[in-house]
């Protein structure tokens, strides 16, 4: 697989722009800033009666790998309660480097930033808002 960054996988996920937008009436919503790289991402969640994921939606303001991010993650989340997104942030944190073994679907198309430390946080940071309207 070719290092290159912004490979057609990851762009195709940011150009879905699953769950993009903004809730009406939320359960709960966190907003999350990196510092080093100005991105940002505010997640909207409503829960269902067992703390599951029901229905989510997120702005983001940064790069096409926090888009793309948050766009996989959407695709997935509904459902899912913290700690079956714990279990899908692995995913996330192997497809990167940060963790060993193969990263499942949709965020093995994250593969390419492992061999970009800086840019791993912007993978990232779609879970740290959706761990944070999770607690």
Known sequence: ??????????????????????????????????PLCGDRVTVDIRLDG??????IAHQVRGCLLCQASASALSSIAVGRDAAGIADIRHD??????????EAREPFAAFAPVAAHKSRQECVLLPFEALKDALS
């Open 50 to 55: 067992q703390g599951k994921i029901a229905e």
């Open 1 to 34: 697989m070719s290092d290159q960054l912004y490979q057609d996988r990851i762009v195709a996920l940011a150009k879905a722009k699953t769950g993009a937008g903004k809730l009406e009436s939320p359960t709960k919503s966190a907003r999350r800033d990196n």
């Open 92 to 101: 996330a944190e192997r497809a990167v480097g940060r963790e060993t073994g």
